[in-house]
């Protein structure tokens, strides 16, 4: 028999599109007051009105502006629930205050996914045969495969994981690095962060998933670039800022890399003008590697079961630790 709700808190959904989810949360907890708000400028407002305990809160506007301090530092707020896998937006904060859990792996395959595509993407040559085709020119050309090659990916959780897993099935070899090695399934290596110094030039595909941390902070930096091979293929899907952009753009420049498929970058929406724009051999997509029909409700299904534990007074499911940043 299920514990009895003990709680009966007011909950605000802070999402660009709050009305589905609220549609959601409504069928599973139909008692609670439920309250939406989507802007940034409102929730300020919206929690002081309702004194609202728990909120499930969507980056939907990129970083800047995001409301962190009605968020981490309100009177009322006690869980903060993020609907994807990143919580460097809202660091640090008082674990003793407030709880902040995420969606960990709400979207872990359809980013493999995306990281399979870049890879396939240079590999198989497609920007040069579009190229091509806008001429009418048939080349005669070449398509190269990725078996055979190594993959390094930085940080092995649930997206690091489901990256490892995939590259096995296409047959690279995969190198991992975590911040407590341990053996990881689908992983060929596993390494500390203290080893990369050895395992950059191994790489032929560098994938970056490790949360943004004081300790991952420019960790693929001008120096991780001088050991990566010419022929490496950067791929980020991690926050902005794990990759130094401007060691990157210099790299680019001088042809240490092959190229780059970027999916978040230092400061978003990216500014019209940024350098990164401008290389063919660079991929750029709006942080959306994670987003894919139905994710949003997938996610929030997550938060409605755990708002279930919650209220029957257990253990939250994916508490962040702020100090790890997962």
């Given at each position: ?12 959904v802070?999402t ?12 599973r ?16 407002g ?5 004194k609202?305990?728990?909120?499930y809160?969507?980056r939907?506007?990129?970083?800047q502006g ?13 869980w ?6 990143g919580?460097?937006?809202?660091a ?28 396939l993407?240079?590999s ?24 055979g ?8 959780g ?16 995969t ?7 341990k ?5 060929d ?7 990369l ?7 032929d595909?560098?994938v ?5 941390l004081?300790s ?9 670039f ?35 498929g970027?999916?978040?970058f ?13 290389y063919?051999?660079?991929?750029i ?42």
């Amino acid at each position: 028999e299920a514990p009895a709700l003990v709680k009966t808190p007011t909950v605000i959904v802070h999402t660009d599109n709050p009305e589905a989810s609220k549609a959601v949360l409504e069928k599973r907890h139909p008692d609670l007051p439920i309250w939406t708000c989507s802007t940034y400028e409102g929730l300020a407002g919206l929690v002081s009105e309702t004194k609202s305990e728990v909120v499930y809160s969507v980056r939907f506007n990129g970083s800047q502006g995001f409301p962190r301090d009605v968020l981490v530092s309100s009177e009322s707020v006690r869980w903060v629930s993020v609907a994807g896998s990143g919580t460097d937006h809202l660091a640090p904060w008082d674990s003793d205050h407030v709880a902040v859990t995420n969606a960990a792996g709400v979207a872990a395959d359809m980013m493999a996914q995306y990281v399979l595509g870049v890879m396939l993407h240079f590999s198989l040559g497609f920007p040069t045969f579009r190229a091509a085709q806008t001429r009418q020119e048939w080349l005669i050309g070449e398509v190269e495969p990725i078996d055979g090659k190594t993959v390094l990916i930085l940080g092995l959780g649930k997206t690091g994981q489901a990256v490892a897993a995939r590259s096995k099935l296409m047959g690279l070899k995969t190198l991992g690095v975590r911040a407590n090695p341990k053996d990881t399934p689908h992983v060929d290596e596993v390494h500390s962060l203290s080893a990369l110094g050895a395992l950059w030039e191994r790489a032929d595909f560098l994938v970056v998933c490790v949360p943004l941390l004081e300790s991952t902070r420019g960790l693929v930096n001008e120096t991780a670039f001088d050991h990566l091979k010419p022929s490496t293929v950067v791929i980020d899907v991690s926050r902005g800022g794990v990759i130094e952009e401007s060691a990157l753009i210099s790299a680019l420049d001088s042809g240490k890399i092959r190229g780059a498929g970027l999916d978040v970058f230092r400061v978003e929406p990216l500014a019209k003008g940024h350098r990164l724009w401008d290389y063919e051999n660079v991929i750029i997509t709006p942080h959306c590697s994670a987003v894919y029909a139905g994710w949003d409700l997938k996610s929030v299904e997550m938060f409605a079961e755990n708002l279930t534990r919650y209220r029957q007074g257990q253990a939250l499911w994916n508490i962040v630790d702020p100090a790890r940043g997962y």
